[in-house]
């Protein structure tokens, strides 16, 4: 089901914006502060919902310009919400091997990725679905100075929302794109989640020489 809506994601845009009208500009904001602010709603659509809605604004339905500065907004408030969160309760919600809301892995995962890329991790993790979620987590938990990760935060939604929204009111309407838009959907999701799966055969890789 959870797939599905993934797949047919313009299907459901249509209908929200059909019996909630202007109220869509307030879900979609929630969506992504939601998505990028809290570590247990890492499966709330991101990619794929920006690129559909950014579609929708290309026929007129929606303006680009207000669902960019809103979605930039929540992306934003989301990680920073989302950093203080790691202030405060991170450590000890990690103690856990495994939890049933959060995960360790995915933890390690990112703290991970923090050591190879540094502080650029907060833009790039934009573009990787999961570990977006759990970025500003582990800032958070690291003690980032909040002055960097403020800067990086704004930084990265900009090119995040920006890329998806407009990247889907510039190219939502070419006709190869119109007519198979679920198709498109799925090719963004599956490139979103090549990163993670690079990372995670790396990090096998790396687990196998050690143990070598």
Known sequence: ??????????AHIGTIIDTYGLWVYLILFLVIFFETGFVITPFLPGDSLLFAVGAFASIGILSPFTLFILLVLAAILGDAVNYWIGSFIGPKAFKREKGRLFRKEHLEKTQSFYERHGKKTIILVRFMPIVRTFAPFVAGIGKMKYSTFALYNIIGAIMWVGLFVFGGFYF?????????????????????????????????????????
């Open 172 to 212: 939502g309407n070419v006709p190869f794109v119109e007519n198979n838009f679920s198709f498109v959907i799925l090719i963004i999701i599956v490139i979103s989640v090549v990163p993670i799966i690079v990372e995670f055969f790396r990090g096998k890789r790396k687990n196998t020489l050690h143990n070598a």
């Open 1 to 10: 089901m959870v797939f599905n809506f993934f797949l047919h994601i313009d």
